[in-house]
């Protein structure tokens, strides 16, 4: 059964078992009002399975057990990748690997991605003035060696459902470099300024810039 079951979905291959307490405060950073039903978590529109063990083939031989935890939509196709999302989450919090389509990747060592802030309105220039300096155009700005761009948000990211009854045109100022830590002190100054929320490149929420590292 619990071969068949991890053939689909993407799916956070662990080196130790969670606790069922820290798997849910982990995924309430994605979606607040994620809750437990039995053994398994049920947020936004996806199924997050218990931890079951598995074979070393799960991850090509790279983990040689591992407990699978398998994120599935409930119903329609999540919307925005909110199921690949969850699982690469959870592996970058718990010093796994995603699984996702065959394909086995260590978010710990995806470099593109960056924070977010996101806004309930879009900032003004003026807005921004006292922490970034304006680019190229209209949408990007820079602080130092970090870019940041304005990016209309068309979905609605769960772990930033307290903003919307305020938001009239959700925005994410995106921001990339090279030092996570530098980012994330950015990305939350910025939040404080502007009144909005930080989450990392998997819309999990983030409170403190050291979150942004993986875990030691």
């Known amino acids: 059964m619990a071969k068949r079951r991890l053939r689909t979905g993407p799916t956070a291959a662990l080196p130790a078992k969670p606790e069922a307490a820290e798997l849910l405060r982990i995924v309430r950073l994605a979606d607040p009002d994620a809750r437990r039903e039995g053994d398994d978590i049920v947020a936004t529109d996806v199924r997050v399975y218990a931890p079951v063990e598995a074979e070393a083939e799960l991850t090509g031989g790279v983990l040689e057990k591992a407990w699978a935890c398998r994120v599935t939509a409930e119903g329609p196709l999540p919307f925005d990748f909110f199921d690949r999302y969850l699982a690469e989450g959870l592996a970058f919090r718990l010093k796994g690997l995603a699984v996702c389509r065959g394909e086995v990747s260590d978010p710990a060592d995806d470099e593109e991605g960056g924070p977010a802030v996101i806004l309930p309105v879009r900032p003004s220039a003026e807005d921004l003035a006292p ?24 979905g609605q990211p769960p772990a930033v459902r307290e903003l919307l009854p305020f938001a009239t045109e959700l925005t994410a100022i995106e921001l990339r470099g090279d030092e996570p ?15 909005g929320l930080v989450v990392d490149q998997w819309r999990f929420r983030v409170d403190a810039a050291q979150e942004l590292l993986p875990p030691e």
């Open 181 to 195: 830590v530098k980012l994330g002190t950015l990305a939350l100054e910025l939040a404080e300024s502007l009144n």
């Open 131 to 154: 922490l970034l300096e304006p680019g190229e155009d209209e949408f990007t700005y820079t602080s130092g060696d970090i870019r940041a761009a304005l990016v209309p948000q068309k």
